[in-house]
């Protein structure tokens, strides 16, 4: 059971001119928990993550992550949480392992930490073979499983990650979750938007933004049985149409 919140937002609004993109989201996610931010393009789900990451200040609301206030810590914040967002942050003309070890050098990591981090990581994900490959010349699927990888290099208290199975094959998607339950069993909070409305299944919770508004947010049992739904992409139809 989840208990301690680790996010805590109240009347998030983030407005571009006359533009609002956020307005007056409230929610908590809790600490471990895998928490499902879904919506349509263009219903404020990256814009509120990147305000979550430190990335972009709203235009007003309380917010808190991982303890700090994203208004007068965002330093910390950002050395709290790892991020993946929906185009890849690596780099194709560096290699596999010459990535993992910029990335390390970013997060603060020691050499022996990079070292040591990167070759278990490698092992873990089967990349051995890969290490000296550029990452140009890596298939689709490795390279993300190696950015949702990098980016919990640090141990993070929160990973956030923004659409992170785009573009893959079902198979790869399914291996891809599989990580996901891995990391939140090992302790780190897992905020992620996606597209795909099976995903949403695999969630503890989710959210529904619609037109910048939070439509909805339950565990995928409570909102199927609350919308009269069969599925999470049936529950999510309903909302957008209303």
Known sequence: MHTENIITVKNLVKKFGSFVANDHLTFEVKKGEI???LG????????????LCGLSYP???E????????YTQREKVKKNIGYMSQRFSLYDDLTVYENIRFYGGIYGLRKKEIDSRSHDLMARLGFESARDKLLG????GWKQKLAFSV???HHPQIVFLDEPTGGVDPITRRQFWDMIFETAHNGITVFVTTHYMDEAEY???????????IAALDTPDNLKQQYHAASM??????LARA
Do not use: H, Q, Y
């Open 35 to 37: 928490f499902g931010f």
């Open 40 to 51: 349509a393009n263009g219903a404020g789900k990256t814009t509120a993550i990147k305000i």
């Open 59 to 61: 235009t007003s609301g």
């Open 63 to 70: 917010l808190t992550v991982a303890g700090f206030d994203i």
């Open 137 to 140: 010349e890596i298939p689709l």
């Open 151 to 153: 980016a919990i290099l």
């Open 203 to 213: 969630c503890d919770r989710v959210s529904i933004m619609v037109d910048g508004r």
């Open 233 to 238: 992409n049936d529950v999510f139809i309903k």
